[in-house]
Nanobody, 126 residues
Framework: QVQFVESGGGSVQAGGSLRLSCAAS????????MGWFRQAPGKEREAVAA????????YYADSVKGRFTISRDNAKNTLSLQMNSLGPEDTAMYYC???????????????????WGQGTQVTVSS
């Protein structure tokens, strides 16, 4: 059974940092493109960042570019999201997701991701 587990969420003050991780069981990351999404209360789930299966290409939403860094370690089957300079607008539930599809510029389309974690909450206070 495939299971993704996110960790690293929490409460921080504006300007702080958090590092999210996504670990998989029953699943091998190496063949899939992966991404991070977030969903704030009352809002649509939105794409935050993505990384191709080799780790050579990364994609970021404009709202996080320059502040967030996505990375992966295929040997350890983990996906990470380093988040710096956090602001209240970053408050949301964060989800990792994976897909065997080659996403490229389609990385923001959540319907293309096959597997999802349960989410980890990030709360940023001003």
């Amino acid at each position: 059974q495939v299971q993704f587990v996110e960790s690293g969420g929490g409460s921080v003050q504006a300007g702080g940092s958090l590092r999210l991780s996504c670990a998989a069981s029953g699943y091998t990351y190496a063949n899939d493109d992966m991404g991070w999404f977030r969903q704030a209360p009352g809002k649509e789930r939105e794409a935050v960042a993505a990384i191709d299966r080799g780790g050579g290409r990364t994609y970021y939403a404009d709202s996080v570019k320059g502040r967030f860094t996505i990375s992966r370690d295929n040997a350890k089957n983990t996906l990470s999201l380093q988040m710096n300079s956090l602001g209240p607008e970053d408050t949301a539930m964060y989800y990792c997701a994976a897909t065997p599809l080659l996403l490229g510029d389609r990385w923001t389309q959540r319907n293309l991701y096959f597997y999802w974690g349960q989410g980890t909450q990030v709360t940023v206070s001003s």
